[in-house]
């Protein structure tokens, strides 16, 4: 799990003290819940769907798993638990892919938002950074789901 995080942003979460979250505790568990939903998301869509969209499931999934690892670090570190698994209930299914890729350009933007509302209430430099490098990663899943739907 989590393997191919460069140890350098890795470092950076761990580096993160309880002091430095602010009032964000929150926040922080929030995002980590949301990418615990986009990692299930894209899990249950890939098994719905034909071969070509799913690499780029498995690459979104890979992502939100590693997203959620890097917030695990920094709550771990501030003694916060947070539970590995989500089951999301009524999870949206639509009939056709072009549908549900809209649906998860929606997901993903709302997830941006919400970076970009932490990133702005934070003072710290190291969780600026951390979130940051997180939220570009989630403009760039914004970016394939687009091109995708794009080709089709
Ligand atoms: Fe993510
Ligand atoms: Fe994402």
Same mark, same amino acid.
Request: aromatic share 8%.
């Given at each position: ?21 602010? *009032? ?33 499931? *498995? ?17 771990? *570190? ?41 990133? *702005? ?32």
């Amino acid at each position: 799990m989590a393997k191919k995080i460069t140890m350098k942003i890795t470092d950076l979460a761990y580096k993160i003290s309880t002091k430095e979250l602010g *009032n964000l505790e929150k926040d922080l568990i929030d995002l980590y819940y949301r990418e615990l939903f986009e990692k299930q998301l894209y899990t249950k869509q890939c098994h719905l769907f034909e071969t070509e969209i799913r690499g780029v499931f *498995n690459h979104l999934i890979e992502q939100e798993e590693e997203h959620s690892f890097l917030l695990k670090i920094i709550l771990s *570190n501030a003694g916060i638990e947070v539970n590995e698994l989500l089951d999301i209930k009524n999870l949206k299914q639509y009939a056709n892919i072009c549908d549900t890729i809209k649906y998860d350009i929606n997901q993903e933007k709302l997830s941006a938002q919400s970076y970009e509302k932490t990133i *702005n209430r934070t003072n710290s430099k190291k969780l600026k950074q951390l979130l940051g490098h997180i939220l570009t990663e989630e403009y760039k899943h914004i970016g394939v789901l687009q091109a995708y739907l794009s080709e089709r």
